[in-house]
């Protein structure tokens, strides 16, 4: 069974950086989009970063462009997001998911981790 397991969520100050992990453990996900989704309270899930497992090309929502930046360690099996210059509209849950749909929408993903809280303080 695949199993995505996020980590490095936390308090952070405005302007400042985060960086979240994912790995993923239970099969390899060669050919799927690895992305990450973030859920504000009282807002629907809104894509933030994505990119191709196997390939080069990366995603990024208008909102953190410049700011954030999806990588991965093939050799962890683990995908990151640097965030960078925080602010406090950046506080979100955020979802560490893979999936062969749209890779820069909320929608195209089939698995999920359990999320990790980011919270940006002003």
């Known amino acids: 069974q695949a199993q995505l397991v996020e980590s490095g969520g936390g308090l952070v100050q405005a302007g400042g950086p985060l960086r979240l992990s994912c790995a993923a453990a239970?099969?390899?996900?060669?050919?799927?989009?690895m992305g990450w989704v973030r859920q504000a309270p009282g807002k629907e899930r809104d894509f933030v970063a994505a990119?191709?497992?196997?390939?080069?090309?990366?995603y990024y929502a208008d909102s953190v462009k410049g700011r954030f930046t999806i990588s991965r360690d093939n050799a962890k099996n683990t995908v990151y997001l640097q965030m960078n210059s925080l602010k406090p509209e950046d506080a979100a849950v955020y979802y560490c998911?893979?999936?062969?749909?749209?890779?820069?929408?909320?929608?195209?993903?089939?698995?999920w981790g359990q999320g990790t809280q980011v919270t940006v303080s002003s």
């Open positions: 990119l191709r497992w196997g390939g080069g090309r990366t």
């Open positions: 239970g099969r390899t996900f060669s050919n799927y989009a």
């Open positions: 998911a893979a999936g062969q749909g749209w890779p820069d929408s909320a929608s195209g993903y089939d698995y």
